[in-house]
């Protein structure tokens, strides 16, 4: 069985309260509990997390990087500023995809930068929760065809 680690930062825990137009409708636990139901499918098991504070972030990146296959992680604002984070990710031995729910892309020019992901294996961003089950789907053929 696969172990897979789901890590989301700052204001993902407050979803519903947040502009849908850009975040969508769900909460972090109906989203969560999708990734879980896709994840069932394919016998992946998953660990979640979601922090706002870097320093936890950092943290769990460490710890799990030791007990996990692959790590889908949205460093939220994060992403756009926190080399520290960056730095954690490039030393974690494990293949990471980072995901947005939103286009980044097209929201205001800060956020089109990620410091976070040239230490990735990859990006998904603006597929709403589709991109975290895309993530997992991704993770999950790629270790496989690692450890073959």
């Given at each position: 069985m696969f172990k897979i680690g789901i890590l989301n930062g700052p204001n993902l825990n407050i979803l519903e309260k947040r502009d849908q137009s850009i975040y969508g409708t769900l909460t972090l636990e109906e989203i969560n509990q999708k990734i879980r139901d896709a994840a069932e499918k394919e016998n992946i098991?998953?660990?979640?997390?979601?922090?706002?504070?870097?320093?936890?972030?950092?943290?769990?990146?460490?710890?799990?990087?030791?007990?996990?296959?692959?790590?889908?992680i949205n460093p939220a604002a994060y992403t756009h500023y926190s080399y520290a984070i960056s730095d954690a990710l490039k030393d974690?031995?494990?293949?990471?995809?980072?995901?947005?729910?939103?286009?980044i892309f097209s929201r205001d020019e800060f956020r089109q930068k990620s410091v976070t992901v040239p230490v990735c294996t990859g990006q998904i961003a603006g597929l709403g929760h589709y991109g975290y089950i895309l993530a997992v789907n991704g993770l999950h053929a790629l270790i496989r065809q690692k450890k073959r």
């Open positions: 098991e998953l660990i979640f997390a979601q922090s706002n504070s870097e320093g936890e972030m950092i943290d769990i990146i460490q710890k799990w990087s030791l007990q996990i296959d692959g790590l889908v974690c031995p494990v293949p990471v995809i980072e995901v947005h729910l939103s286009n």
